[in-house]
């Protein structure tokens, strides 16, 4: 049998490198793809918490954005906050969606969710540090925070930033155990932190977003436009953007609507206790 030889010595590297960098392609959608999978998984669960990881990672983006992150960072920074709270899903629902005070034992309890959302995603080789943005989301630069205590600069930069889009966030919007507090007090109460417990940088880039927009809904919906051109966070979630999320069983249905239906004296109470939760 004839075999003809291929005279042409630069062919073969060429292909070589062009299959190779189509794998570490197919790698890294794969990864992206595994990423997403795990909030789709948690979703099933706890929607609340799904929907509130996507409300972070889209300010995420945007804040990240203002800060000059480069894609790179800004692909990490999102699939990080887009599972900041993974760990929930070892917290039982009537500790989370509890309207009053924490027991001591309750909030250890809750407060693990860091570390055991950093405890999830260790087996995952990943080329972004989202282990990290996990673990310490819950950080403050005075060394307040949990898991670790860590002080200032030996917290991630995308975790400072998914720290202050994590109190917006919640501060901002209705949750199963209080009614939403809304922009404006958000603002305050992480300007009385900022350079404090709250990265200032971070502070001033979310003022600026905030800025624009003086409704909630309006605020959401520029930022889901804003991290859907960032590019590289492309892998759709199951529930398109804007539909209406369902309670997952055992949830009240009065606590699948919006505003979430609980009592007013809980709710402030909630309040009075932590607004950031």
């Not at 000059?68 to 800004?74: C, F, H, P, Y």
């Not at 087996?123 to 307040?144: F, T």
């Not at 001033?204 to 051109?229: C, F, T």
Request: aromatic letters at 4%; one cysteine or more.
């Amino acid at each position: 049998m004839n075999v003809k030889p291929d005279t042409d010595l630069t062919a073969q590297p060429l292909r070589r490198a062009d299959e190779l960098e189509e794998a570490l392609g197919n790698c890294r959608l794969a990864l992206i793809q595994t990423v997403h999978a795990m909030s789709a998984v948690a979703a099933r669960r706890d929607q609340f918490t799904a929907h509130h990881q996507l409300r972070v990672a889209e300010l995420s983006v945007a804040m990240g954005r203002r800060l000059g992150l480069d894609s790179e960072r800004l692909e990490g920074l999102y699939l990080g906050a887009l599972v900041h709270d993974i760990g929930k899903i070892a917290i039982p629902w009537e500790i989370l969606s509890k309207p009053g005070a924490f027991t001591a034992a309750e909030r250890s309890l809750v407060e693990s969710h860091a570390q055991i959302g950093a405890d999830i995603l260790a087996p995952l080789i990943l080329p972004w540090p989202i282990q990290l943005i996990v673990a310490q989301h819950h950080e403050r630069l005075d060394g307040s925070g949990y898991p670790a205590r860590l002080r200032g600069e030996a917290i991630l930069p995308e975790a400072r930033i998914v720290a202050v889009a994590d109190v917006f966030q919640s501060m901002c919007d209705d949750r199963p155990y209080r009614l939403a507090l809304g922009i404006d007090p958000a603002l305050a109460e992480l300007e009385r932190g900022a350079g404090v417990t709250f990265d200032a940088d971070a502070v001033r880039a979310l003022q600026a977003i905030a800025a624009a927009e003086r409704s909630v809904e309006a605020l959401w919906g520029s930022l889901a436009v804003d991290a859907h051109d960032a590019g590289a966070y492309a892998c759709a979630l199951e529930r398109p953007h804007g539909a209406a999320f369902e309670a997952p069983p055992g949830i009240p249905v009065s606590w699948s609507s919006s505003p979430l239906a609980t009592p007013a004296g809980a709710c402030r109470a909630q309040r009075a206790e932590d607004p950031h939760r």
